[in-house]
């Protein structure tokens, strides 16, 4: 595997026990017979990054390294979608919900190791009214849950626990009507649980579903009634095990499309992320979107 030209885009913010020279030493080390065209940027921000993506793309780049943690990955996975640029992700953050999906190792130094000898494979994008996520969409508490654990400094089984306490009492329930082609409506009176996973989990170790590919054309469609709470927090340590599906009182659903009408128009969050949203929501795949660098072949069909 080879690449005319490949730009490191560095988040110094990010990441702990690796620094940025022993990351430089192992591309050094690692790299030289993969691209004879290295070029590192550190942007500051998230506007700086976007516009040194857009001339990286320009100037005919083939491969971006993204370090840093799920914020930065999302963002510039996001900006690749569609492009024939190929995303690697040299993890340095807490979640690192894509690395951690494609088994990638969470030592920044052997991630690096680990992707000069690697396949691309193709990955599925999901879409929210057209909106895209790479790895999960929140819809209900779970998006309160996740935004407040972002935001703590440390993080594990005990945040989450934290974090889901502290949101259920500020947590306000919408009626959600999900319709599904093929199958009879189905109409959520107060969700707990909404969730869309286009790969394995959040990041952290928290898994929406095990089995989710990324690959394949479909999206792990979780639901819950607020109703179940208590015994469902009861078992949350069990999403670091084998995902959401073994919390009692859960459904899940494979779906490609879907629409999912609410009661109030409230904010939903895509990778980390929130943003407003309308009442109704648009739900889609699209396959093969973003030409992915990983250490192994986790999907079916591998691009190289």
Not at 85 to 90: A, E, K, M, S, W
Not at 253 to 278: C, F, M, Y
Request: charged share 20%.
């Amino acid at each position: 595997m080879k690449f005319k030209k490949i730009r490191v885009f560095f988040n110094r913010r990010s990441g702990i026990g690796s620094s940025f020279m022993q990351v430089q030493a192992a591309f050094s080390k690692y790299w030289g017979e993969v691209s004879q065209d290295i070029a590192w940027y550190f942007p500051s921000s998230k506007e700086e990054s976007d516009r040194l993506v857009d001339l990286s793309i320009a100037d005919g780049v083939d491969c971006i390294i993204a370090g840093g943690g799920d914020g930065t990955i999302a963002s510039i996975g996001k900006k690749l979608i569609g492009t024939d640029v190929t995303l690697g992700v040299i993890p340095l953050g807490s979640g690192n919900g894509l690395a951690r999906h494609f088994s990638q190792s969470m030592n920044p130094v052997n991630a690096v190791r680990e992707l000069a000898n690697s396949a691309i494979v193709g990955m599925d994008v999901g879409y929210i009214n057209g909106h895209p996520f790479l790895v999960s969409a929140s819809i209900a508490w779970e998006s309160d849950m996740v935004d407040l654990y972002n935001r703590f400094p440390v993080r594990g089984v005990g945040s989450y626990v934290m974090a889901g306490i502290g949101t259920f009492f500020t947590y306000r329930a919408s009626e959600t009507t999900i319709s599904i082609p093929g199958e009879s409506d189905v109409t959520i009176k107060k969700p707990l649980l909404l969730t869309l996973g286009n790969l394995s989990g959040w990041g952290g170790g928290a898994f929406i579903d095990v089995d989710a590919s990324g690959c394949d054309g479909k999206l792990e469609l979780v639901y819950a009634e607020t109703i179940y709470a208590p015994i469902m927090l009861a078992h949350i340590t069990r999403v670091f095990e084998t995902g959401l599906k073994s919390l009692p009182y859960v459904t899940m659903k494979k779906v490609s499309t879907a629409r999912l009408v609410r009661k109030d128009a409230v904010p939903i969050q895509l990778d980390g992320e929130l943003i407003e949203a309308d009442k109704e929501l648009e739900i889609s795949i699209k396959q093969n979107m973003l030409k992915v660098l990983i250490p192994q072949n986790n999907c079916s069909d591998s691009l190289n």
